[in-house]
């Protein structure tokens, strides 16, 4: 959703540098977000930004959108709607979900690699389009710029760390399959424990 946010700013010609520009613009804004794992989309009034989002050009501008205190609270609440709006089981990533956006949810997981990983990921998904050097910056400066304004690089009490330097894609996803069915056979015999008391 930041990354929708920053395309709009962008789009619409407003600095970035201009908080209350910013806010303002973000507030009016309507953001359509598909939560179909299969085929997520984003979409700012009626305007499919889904590939757009993820060009460099919003990657060096969106910590400056994240770091908005006003911009988060905004945002914060419309992904708080989503979640309420969704049917049970949906999955939401973001560096402060699972601390500040649901901190209730039934199953919380933080997910790591080494830095270098992260970069080398980034530069594949970005298939060469950017050098080396602005990869690096994107991926190790954005997290010190959003470290201030967000608690991403622990994990909260009851979230769940899954290290993904070493792991394919799908093997980060049975690890957290695994997990889900795990705290749910939990939660399950909980239930019946406390109904045969």
Known sequence: ?????????????????QPDLVTKLIAGA????????????FAVGGVDVTAAIREPRISAAVSTVATNLDVR????GRQREIIAGSRPGIVVEGRDITTVVAPDAQVRVLLVADPQARIAR????????VGDAEVHDQ??????????????HDAAPGVE?????????????DRIDALIDRV???ESGDRVGQSGA
Do not use: C, H, N
Request: hydrophobic residues 40%; negative net charge; aromatic residues 6%.
């Open 139 to 152: 991926v190790i400066r954005r997290d010190r710029d959003d470290s201030t304004v967000a608690q991403f």
């Open 73 to 76: 609270r905004l945002l914060i």
């Open 122 to 129: 980034r530069k594949s998904e970005l298939g060469g389009a």
């Open 184 to 186: 749910l056979r939990v």
């Open 30 to 41: 309507e953001f359509q977000i598909g939560t179909d794992p299969s085929g997520p989309t």
């Open 161 to 173: 760390v899954v290290d993904s330097t070493e792991l394919t894609l799908d093997q980060v996803v």
């Open 1 to 17: 959703m930041y990354r929708a946010a920053t395309w709009l700013v962008l789009d619409s010609g407003v600095d970035t540098a």
